[in-house]
């Protein structure tokens, strides 16, 4: 987690901040805003967020806006090698192949090759405000959004 001096960096007008924007399938809006879910594994990155950048979460596939966030804990580890407290904060699986099935959904291409030895990018997000209606839908539609502020 952030420390309060953290958190007020990142979101400090003095600090440049980079922007990364994740997409997340529909079924984990809910985990995100509960706060049950503030990890996302993720197997092709060209960079990686920092602590304190921006993270845009989106509905996937159009990318919808649902979530403004920031980056915490960023690291890049085997997926076999991760422990409890580095998994915690991601949904839980059934079993290793449920895992694996669900990561071959996410990307075909790397379909037959994901397994223990498989490097993922581990990125902690806090989120600090989400525009969803009352059906858990995100979106913004005028007299039915509600914004729910995080505290931290």
Same mark, same amino acid.
């Given at each position: 987690?952030?420390?309060?001096?953290?958190?007020?960096?990142?979101?400090?007008?003095?600090?440049?901040?980079?922007?990364?924007?994740?997409?997340?399938?529909?079924?984990?809006?809910?985990?995100?805003?509960?706060?049950?879910?503030?990890?996302?594994?993720?197997?092709?990155?060209?960079?990686? /967020?920092?602590?304190?950048?921006? &993270?845009?979460?989106?509905?996937?596939?159009?990318?919808? @806006?649902?979530?403004?966030?920031?980056? #915490?804990?960023v690291f890049v580890k085997r997926w076999g090698d991760l422990t409890e407290e580095e998994r915690r904060g991601h949904e839980?699986?059934?079993d290793r192949e449920s895992g694996v099935a669900t990561f071959e959904a996410y990307y075909p291409h790397r379909r037959g090759?994901?397994? /223990?030895?498989?490097?993922?990018? &581990?990125?902690?997000?806090?989120?600090?405000?989400?525009? @969803?209606?009352?059906?858990?839908?995100? #979106?913004?539609?005028?007299?039915?959004?509600?914004?729910?502020?995080?505290?931290?």
């Open positions: 987690m952030l420390s309060d001096l953290e958190l007020a960096s990142a979101l400090s007008h003095d600090r440049v901040h980079r922007v990364f924007r994740y997409k997340f399938d529909a079924s984990l809006v809910e985990l995100i805003v509960r706060q049950l879910k503030y990890s996302t594994w993720r197997l092709d990155w060209d960079e990686l /967020p920092k602590p304190g950048d921006h &993270v845009y979460m989106g509905l996937s596939p159009d990318g919808q @806006l649902f979530c403004f966030g920031v980056a #915490g804990e839980e699986y059934p090759k994901i397994g /223990p030895t498989t490097e993922l990018a &581990v990125v902690k997000f806090h989120p600090i405000l989400f525009a @969803l209606d009352n059906d858990w839908n995100p #979106g913004i539609r005028p007299g039915h959004t509600v914004y729910v502020e995080v505290d931290w």
